[in-house]
């Protein structure tokens, strides 16, 4: 991850700023649900900031996944109707060589996906509007820094 970080970061992304934006935020999440990210947040970070910051949201990611996974079971869907229904080409690579029956998946799937964000809303709490709106732009800009 460290190594992924220093070779694809560009310079221009501030990780300096975005490190403790994303510490407050990993720092103040409630673990249940999701057991990766604890073990992500129990690992040591680099102090590189940019192997910092990409550490830092792979276990955000890894508390999304969490928590999207029991708004998932909680809407009533089976995690094979989810992977189905959004991510198909996935199927797959999670051993289901067909896709699973996606008929009536949609509203079930919006469901858990609004309660995913509720579930994750808890961990920004601890930022104020502009710490919030400062940790948007930097994810936006290392997001289009290392996505093209």
């Known amino acids: 991850c460290a190594a992924w970080a220093e070779a694809h970061v560009p310079d221009d992304v501030d990780c300096a700023k975005l490190?403790?934006?994303?510490?407050a935020v990993v720092t103040a999440a409630r673990p249940a649900c999701a057991a990766i990210f604890s073990g992500w947040r129990a690992l040591p970070v680099p102090p590189e900031p940019n192997a910092h910051v990409v550490h830092q949201m792979n276990a955000l990611r890894e508390l999304r996944h969490g928590l999207h996974a029991a708004a998932v079971i909680a809407a009533g869907l089976t995690p094979h109707e989810a992977l189905s229904h959004r991510s198909p080409q996935m199927a797959p690579i999670f051993g289901w060589p067909e896709l699973a029956d996606t008929t009536g998946v949609v509203e079930r799937w919006e469901a858990a996906e609004?309660?995913?964000d509720v579930a994750f809303a808890h961990a920004f709490v601890g930022l104020d509007d502009g710490q919030r709106d400062q940790l948007v732009?930097?994810?936006g800009a290392l997001h289009a820094g290392t996505s093209g």
Do not use: Q
Request: charged share 20%; hydrophobic share 55%; aromatic share 0%.
């Open 137 to 139: 732009d930097l994810i």
């Open 114 to 116: 609004a309660n995913t």
């Open 19 to 23: 490190a403790p934006l994303l510490d």
